[in-house]
């Protein structure tokens, strides 16, 4: 990255995320300077918006890896019908030069660079105080949920909290990294003032961008991962529990505009983005600025559920897919057990073709030629479901779709709330919020009696529910259960069948090593 470029960098593109789709106004401001840009309220949202957008830009491999990366290391997770979508990280073989390291770190520190030039010439733009804080608080809370993830992945990081405007700027260049607990503050301290600067509400065109209610709901969720492994921090699940009530029941729910849909699968529809149950997504849609759209579908869905060269990057092994009660509709769309092969002939389906897995082979069968759909040498597990089932739009390039990413829902929310109470002693209230989310699935409702049952319960429903949502890899860790994990699993789950053992240093993953190479204050993970 070019750090002269960084203001213009910021607003490349911007309005991509927060207008409707069908009155966007898209205006290149590469070429503008910072007192350009920043010279009135326009030029602020403008820039606010560039850093929702820096989220969603076209590199789209970083998308495709951050779900690998969150989804993958598990005991339910194989390779899906690719064979080699998920490697090396869903068995563990991962080294410090993988890919997938680089190019998150690189799309969460352009968030961040963007956030805090913004935080840093709101008030150029804006006199009053209170209109300042509104941006800077939005682009506090982006920054925040940045180093979130961050954290998440590699521990502590580098904390570049203010603007970079040139490339003299050794210090925030080649800033050592910090403790994880004074990460976490940072994106404690950031959420604070975004929960107390933003409105409670958004609506028409402005529905979208974060609320008060969004990050009251993400600090909640941060101090319960504050509470579990690495920091081990106990007393955060009360404050966990004092700070997810201020967004559940009735009058809170109506005040921040959250609940949950009746029907689990319209939560996913390109027809109902930004419903009542989505905290916080970002949106994606195909247009000449970005014609890569979502990747995610393309990736995950099996050939042919909705276009026919659709490449299956992950699969789920059918073990998961029994986890389900038959009763629960998260089932078949969470996985993908059968459906008619659509688009052009593939993998030796055609279309019209009955597509059903079979357990036996651990992969999909054509029911008119008796033959596996692409591979029959190694078991790829069943295909992931849970987005839009919609093709892709006319034009668009071959991996482009238009469904939003969806980083947080307010089922997740009930449930961090349900497994902090249930941390503080208060399992009957935890009871009802677990029993609220399985009862829109359509699941047995759970007497799970004691904190020791309850915590097995919920977090089971934080995988029945939440499976490929960015949440899986970090709960595992923070339970501190990534030991158990890797024990449940079966070399026949992997395409060598050659599992990686556990070990201490897979709590983490390695900084990138091309920053290792670049930043000499920069250290290593322990064992990598």
Known sequence: MKY????????????????????????????????????????????????????????????????????????????????????????????????????????????????????????LAVKENVEADSYIAEARFLRAYAYFNLVRYFGGVPLLLTEITGLDDEASLYAPRSAAEEVYQTIVGDLTFAEEHLPDIRTGAERGRVTAGTAKAMLGKVYLHMAGKPLNKTENFQKAADKLA?????????????????????????????NEEIVLSFGYFVNSSNPNGNVLPFHLFPAGLVNGDEQTNYGLTYDFYKLFEASDSRRDFTLVDKYVFKGGARAGAEPGDSITYNVTKGNYVIKRTGASLAHDDFKYGMAFGKLARVARPAGAAIQGYSSDLIELRFSDVLLCYAEALNEVGKSAEALALLNRVRARAGATLSKASGVSALRR????????????????????????????????????????????????????????????????????????
């Open 4 to 123: 002269l470029t960084l203001t213009s960098m910021c607003i490349a593109f911007a309005g991509l995320m927060v207008s409707c789709k069908d009155n966007l106004d898209e205006k290149p401001f590469s070429a503008l300077s910072k007192e350009e840009v920043f010279k009135d309220e326009a030029g602020l949202k403008q820039a606010t918006y560039g850093v929702y957008q820096s989220w969603t830009a076209p590199d789209y491999t970083d998308v495709l890896n951050r779900f690998i990366l969150t989804e993958s290391g598990h005991r339910y997770a194989t390779a899906g019908i690719l064979g080699s979508g998920s490697d090396p990280y869903y068995r563990f073989a991962h080294v410090a030069s993988s890919g997938a390291f680089e190019s998150v770190w690189a799309r969460f520190y352009k968030i961040i660079f963007r956030a805090n030039t913004v935080i840093a010439n709101a008030d």
């Open 457 to 528: 319960a919920i977090r089971l429903e934080r995988r029945l529910e939440l499976t490929g949502e960015f949440t899986t890899v970090f709960d595992i860790r923070r339970w501190g259960t990534l030991q158990e994990e890797i024990a449940a699993m079966s070399t026949a789950q992997i395409v060598d069948n050659v599992l990686t053992p556990y070990s201490p240093r897979l709590e983490l993953f390695p900084i990138p090593q091309s920053q290792i190479d670049a930043n000499p204050k920069l250290k290593q993970n322990d064992g990598w």
């Open 246 to 274: 201020e967004v559940t029941g009735e009058t809170n729910e109506a005040k921040y505009g959250f609940g949950l849909l009746t029907d689990f699968s319209e939560v996913f529809s390109l027809d109902n983005e930004r």
